[in-house]
């Protein structure tokens, strides 16, 4: 039984932003094992230390696929041509002069429940600190901007990872025990491991290198689902949704506009998924489609596997339109009619007005400014069916779960907010 994705916390014990952590499978997967099984039997595993991409382990330093340890920006040797081209793309576009490790932002969101109902939009508040595991705080906004419920995970006074819940009267409740708050829990270590990617979604740079593979898509045919289903190699088809995109100031479907796009494939460890909201390293795939006009993402598709298909159960798609620069840390602007739906065009991601204006052409790394797509849409995977068999075994369901239109009054960056803003005031004896 799927909860719904923004209701409202009633009993202390159910999870207050439990929409957003159904919807955090955005960005996320559920653990599971890498295998190939052969005549029915797993094949023995190698050594590290022999596998390109690996994780040492003499050293315990994760391998890029030249054999080399690993590193932030670093490309691999062998990487073709192709490949670096386009993460140079994407480095030129969002490299910024420092490194970004905290946030707070303001999003009008919108979910819809696991049949695709949607549900009522809601204001809501982020703040991110890049530290150790992560801490973050989310919540719902009254209309005057004053805070409505909250959740956050921070650090005890002893360091220990902490867990709370405010509520609209001041009580704060404690969620560090008992299986009543386990989902709780779960639910605010997916969001400190969703802020965490998101924030280096926007800073390539800080991704250590495993692997990056120059990737092209063809459509599998020109109607139906075919249309709909790109084909990146034999066996590994994306079947994207049946959903409209404005990029340029003219409706196309997502798949239209994704065969406009190229693609790059980037494995790293950095990646936390929001099941490893711990911090547990692993190696994760992103598939970015960029434009190749712009250099920004407008798909990420994300994975826990890193061989097999691009797509399987635990797979995410993420639109991101509607690219703006931030001006002295704050947003350019607000949500634009129609964001990610009508209005994302003449200045957004795929339009080349992105950076006609001066609004940093050749990446805003001149100015120490960041990109963030105002408008975000995640797609979640279903079991495919009828003619979709066909072509893979599982599919993107039509419906976003989730829109995130970005608000103008937020910061990204900056002096790093304190560890101890993320958890309650301190009650008078």
Known sequence: MSASPLRACAPVHRPFLVSLAAVVVAISALTSADVRAQGGQEPPPLPADVIPGGRSAQSGVWLASDGEPAAAGRIPDGTSDAARERYGKLVGRLTTKDEVRSFALRFDLETRTDSGTPQEARRTEFRYLDEGPGWVYGAFLNPDGSVKQCQMRGPRENGARGYWQVLK??????????DDFSESRAELDGWAALCHDLLLLQQP????????EARAARAAGATGVEARALVFGEGDVVVLPDADVT??????KLAERALMLEWLEVVTPDIRLWRDGAGVEAQRRVLFGIDPSTGVPEFAVLTQRVDGRIVDAQSTLLHLADWRPLESGRSKGGRSKGAGA??????????KGAGANGDGANGDGENGGSWLPHSTRMFEVREAEGPERELAPVVFKNGARLDLFLLPDGSIGGPPPKASTFRPPSKAP
């Open 342 to 351: 009508k209005g994302a065009g003449a200045k957004g991601a795929g339009a």
């Open 205 to 212: 740079t800080r991704l250590r290198l495993v692997r990056l």
């Open 247 to 252: 990029p340029t100031g003219r409706t196309q």
């Open 169 to 178: 009267d001041g009580t704060q409740v404690d969620l560090r025990g008992g």
